[in-house]
């Protein structure tokens, strides 16, 4: 990453991707486009326990949604699906207990997803940020491991369910940080040279974005979307960027404001207006 590319990422992030990006933005975002009823729908969001995941499971339960929490934390996941019924008054909040980082494990879910649930849209929120090179049980790079591999198993597993229903969906939690990242398939496992548990992140969000473009190439019978979050105020962040978080700890956004585009891709009829494929930026209800 040259050095001119971060500078302008960051300023580009100082005055998009903070709180105050958001409060601009959202001046020109029509609400009519949220207030939607998705009773009968599935949904489907992993990483649900907590930041954005949880926001966006919040809200998609608000608006009637059947919503399946993927987590890997059981203790932490009964908590979030406790604060959800509770607060939005939805029943249809089902957990299940799934390390995304395991191959054979996110496998043998979808596979048990698939004989017992329909599904409307995927929401691939779970992902890792690890600063020292770690190696799952398995021998992958755990950055790698979940953000990429765990994505691709989950989503592919479960293209059969989704091609079975309308208005199918599948969106990916991304990050803005992918655009200080060209697409590299040559060290997946982050085997050469120093290891940047920042950049090995910015990377797995390019692969993701790469990801869904193919993906939206080969499955037109589903709609398929990226999007970065912006800078928000989750536990993800206070633990894997600390000296980031004091930094902009003001300027960061809610987890709600985090999780608006999300919900809108998820829910609104307008975002399948869109081409499927698309990219979505932290400060507007459109594609850059």
């Known amino acids: 990453m040259s050095w001119y590319r971060n500078t302008v990422w960051f300023v580009k992030g100082l005055r998009e991707y903070t709180r105050g990006g958001y409060e601009s933005a959202s001046k020109h975002f029509n609400p009519a486009d949220m207030e939607v009823d998705v009773a009968g729908r599935s949904f489907l969001v992993t990483g649900a326990n907590s930041g954005i995941g949880k926001a966006t499971a919040k809200e998609i339960a608000r608006r ?6 993927v987590c890997r934390n059981k203790e932490r996941a009964e908590v979030a699906q406790e604060e959800i019924v509770t607060e939005t008054g939805n029943q249809n909040i089902f957990l299940h207990i799934v390390d995304i980082s395991n191959p054979k494990e996110v496998w043998k879910f979808a596979e048990k997803f698939r004989n017992q649930h329909k599904l ?4 691939n929120n779970a992902g890792c940020m690890v600063n020292n090179r770690e190696l799952t049980e398995d021998g992958l790079e755990k950055n790698f491991a979940t953000n990429t ?3 691709y198993i989950l989503t592919t597993a479960l293209l059969p369910l989704l091609g079975k229903e309308a208005d199918a969906r599948v969106i990916t939690v991304s990050s803005g940080g992918m655009l200080v990242q060209k697409l ?8 050469n040279g120093t290891f940047d ?7 797995n969000k390019r692969q993701q974005v790469v990801l869904t473009e193919q993906w939206a190439k080969a499955h037109r019978n589903i709609h398929f979307s990226v999007m970065h979050p912006g800078w928000a105020d989750t536990p993800a962040v206070r633990s894997s960027m600390p000296d980031f978080y004091e930094k902009m700890k003001n300027s960061l956004r809610t987890e709600a ?4 585009t999300v919900v809108w891709l998820a829910v ?9 494929g698309l990219f979505f930026q932290a400060t507007d209800h459109k594609a850059c």
């Open 149 to 151: 591999l765990g994505t």
């Open 197 to 203: 548990g920042t950049m090995v992140y910015a990377q």
């Open 64 to 69: 009637g949604g059947t919503v399946h929490l």
């Open 268 to 276: 609104s009829a307008e975002a399948t207006k869109l081409p499927s």
């Open 120 to 123: 409307n849209v995927l929401i």
């Open 184 to 191: 590299n398939i040559s060290d997946l496992q982050s085997e």
């Open 257 to 260: 404001q985090g999780a608006d």
